[in-house]
């Protein structure tokens, strides 16, 4: 299939201009391979037995040749990270090398590539790299700030955007069959459980749990339920749970994996509040395997159904996986305007914010999500509240809806359709 252009790809061709050595993260199939191949001259497949021999024989031979050097999943010869740093030491110049790794390094301060490689994530696609829509309102002029004018038609619906969510963002799986894609989906998470978690050095003595975990964090999507609370929806009628040791283990090693990306809880350099929880809302790297996990499909989830386990939260299920979807595309979008993604809840729950989209300055961008066509003065309420907090320093304030129509409330509250929502 041809090459989809990334909205990293922008950020690749700038970089590669004035840094020797990038290295693009996230989960397998997702298509950093691709994206890399694109701009490299010389690649070297470290997943390739024969490769990998003569990297871990001759490091120095596999990083020379013509620039750039591509490095495709070097996780599976570690030592090609410190190969590449020494050679960027000797040679410092722009453009040298681009890596690409599927797991994180166990221990990140042993691959430290400090001044040398810099990291840049790739996520699942984002609504914009689907094609869906053309955007209209860029978040990169939201963060600019001035009150942007909003305007903008889509034509997606409800259906369109859970279609959306069970189609998943990996590039070579959302273009086929349903039943095709949904077998792939499964194929896919069944290799965590069998071959990821002992490619990366830890080994599953239960394989049914650790599957139940995950569909039981799926089920948390876009909460910040505690950790005990997924155990306990994991092993509803099990006296005999995992430990805590082993659930943060199966974390960890999905966090490697690039599966789990929570969002941390925000926490402003100036006291706008007194008083701010800090637990982290869960995601998937993509709401698809968070769909295939609970075991739902379109139907299922225009109908309210809960899927194969159940979390307490606010709202449908739909609507937190939607919250996931949007979550998901606005971070790709911050990225690239190298801004951060956040969410804010005060203690006790009172105020929350889904999305806080935040400046090197500490400036930032509101949003929040609404599984919804209109939206109504509740919806729009700790966006206000946010507003009379931090003045001028809240950039700009939305609600990203399911609706036709980008627009501004009487009251300044911007409102944007997700798939008009761009980098």
């Known amino acids: 299939m041809p090459y989809i252009r990334r909205v990293i790809d922008d950020e690749l061709d700038e970089l590669l201009t004035g840094l020797p050595a990038i290295t693009i993260e996230g989960p397998k199939a997702i298509g950093k391979t691709e994206t890399a191949i694109q701009r490299a001259v010389t690649v070297r497949r470290l997943d390739d037995p024969a490769q990998a021999s003569v990297a871990r024989a001759e490091p120095a031979r596999v990083v020379s040749g013509d620039p750039p050097v591509l490095l495709d999943e070097w996780q599976r010869v570690p030592e090609m990270w410190d190969a590449v740093r020494r050679s960027v030491d000797e040679n410092p110049e722009p453009g040298r090398f681009l890596l690409t790794g599927s797991a994180a390094p166990e221990s990140p301060e042993t691959h430290s590539g400090a001044g040398r490689i810099v990291r840049l994530r790739l996520r699942p696609m984002s609504l914009v790299e689907r094609g869906l829509a053309r955007p209209s309102v860029r978040l990169r002029d939201l963060l600019g700030g001035g009150a942007v004018p909003l305007e903008g038609e889509a034509s997606l619906g409800l259906g369109e955007y859970t279609e959306e969510i069970v189609a998943s963002g990996f590039p070579a799986i959302r273009p086929l069959p349903d039943r095709a894609r949904r077998a792939q ?55 005999d749970k995992p430990a805590r040791s082993t659930v943060i283990g199966y974390r960890e090693v999905l966090q490697r ?167």
């Open 185 to 239: 989906l499964d194929s896919y998470l069944a290799r965590v459980v069998d071959r990821d978690f002992d490619e990366v050095g830890q080994s599953v003595r239960r394989p049914d749990t650790l599957r139940r975990w995950m569909t039981a964090y799926a089920a948390a999507a876009s909460t910040t339920a505690t950790l005990e609370s997924i155990r306990d929806a994991a092993t509803p009628d099990e006296a």
């Open 257 to 423: 994996l690039w599966l789990l990306d929570p969002v941390s809880a925000w926490v402003p350099t100036r006291n706008y509040f007194s008083r701010l929880a800090r637990p982290e809302k869960h995601q998937l790297a993509d709401p698809a395997l968070a769909a295939r996990l609970l075991g739902v499909g379109v139907d299922t989830l225009i109908e309210g159904g809960e899927g194969a386990a159940s979390i307490p939260r606010d709202g449908s299920l739909l609507g937190h996986l939607f919250e996931s979807l949007v979550t998901l595309s606005v971070r790709v979008y911050a990225q690239a305007a190298e801004a951060s993604v956040r969410h804010l809840r005060t203690k006790g729950g009172r105020h929350e914010v889904d999305l806080i989209v935040e400046r090197a300055d500490g400036r930032v961008v509101a949003i929040e999500v609404k599984l919804g066509a209109t939206v109504s003065d509740d919806d729009v309420k700790h966006l206000l509240w946010l507003r009379d907090r931090m003045g001028p320093d809240l950039l700009d304030a939305l609600v990203v809806t399911t609706g036709p129509v980008a627009y501004r409330r009487a009251d300044g509250i911007g409102v944007v359709p997700a798939a008009l929502l761009g980098p």
